[in-house]
């Protein structure tokens, strides 16, 4: 049975591996990766190389960078030969902001919750120093523990996710086209005709109607019909 350090340790080279991958496909140096992540070249090195893990907001903004969808760093897939995209920068500022914000919503849980930091250290064996300065926004928080903070806090990882900086939004974007692309191609050509608009904003207007609501509508139709 896995210890949770030995559970932090091999999630921190998995994620090593999914960031070195995401680099090389997009053809980045460890440079321009270190400076989109806030961090140094150096603390950067050691991520890949599986002794470090990045914080949340970290992985956000590296993500965000290279265009790649945040949640590929919970998969086992290799980004390789999927062809280079122009990367997007994110300031340092953004993620130190992201942090407090991270933190400030595990402290809200925790409190919630009725735990202490005495509590939580014997949950996770994160010593609960350490859980403090997470939840006052003054150290990054890393993923593995994270995840761990999370489990225990029955918070999915997901809530956390930027939902309404630059960030969110360019994530809801690809999340918008990626299920626009998963629509059948003819619903999509239907969608694309300007000239269908007014179809659209009534199929909109109806799907806010009550079933009775709908029922007198179709009844409606019907008797004009006949």
Not at 63 to 77: G, K, M, R, T, V
Not at 160 to 170: A, K, S, V
Not at 189 to 201: A, D, G, R
Request: glycine share 4%; aromatic share 8%; proline share 6%.
């Amino acid at each position: 049975m896995k210890t949770i350090q030995q559970a932090t340790q091999l999630r921190t080279r998995k994620l090593g591996l999914l960031i070195y991958d995401a680099r090389i496909s997009r053809n980045r140096s460890v440079e321009q990766c270190a400076r989109a992540m806030g961090i140094t070249p150096a603390q950067y090195e050691q991520i890949e190389a599986g002794l470090l893990a990045p914080s949340l907001p970290q992985l956000e903004a590296f993500a965000y960078y290279l265009d790649i969808p945040l949640e590929h760093f919970w998969s086992a897939q290799s980004l390789l030969g999927q062809g280079l995209q122009e990367p997007f920068e994110q300031s340092p500022a953004y993620v130190a902001l992201r942090h407090k914000i991270i933190g400030a919503r595990l402290r809200m849980t925790r409190q919630t919750l009725n735990l202490t930091l005495q509590q939580m250290e014997e949950k996770t064996a994160i010593p609960k120093e350490r859980i403090e300065s997470y939840e006052l926004g003054e150290k990054a928080i890393p993923l593995p523990e994270l995840e761990i903070l999370t489990d225990h806090l029955q918070i999915r990882m997901e809530e956390l996710f930027d939902q309404r900086g630059p960030i969110g939004q360019w994530r809801a974007e690809r999340i918008a086209i990626q299920r626009f692309m998963e629509l059948p191609e003819d619903v999509r050509e239907f969608i694309c005709k300007p000239v269908n608009l007014p179809y659209l904003k009534l199929a909109m207007r109806l799907s806010e109607l009550s079933v009775e609501k709908l029922r007198a509508v179709a009844e409606g139709l019907l008797e004009i019909t006949y």
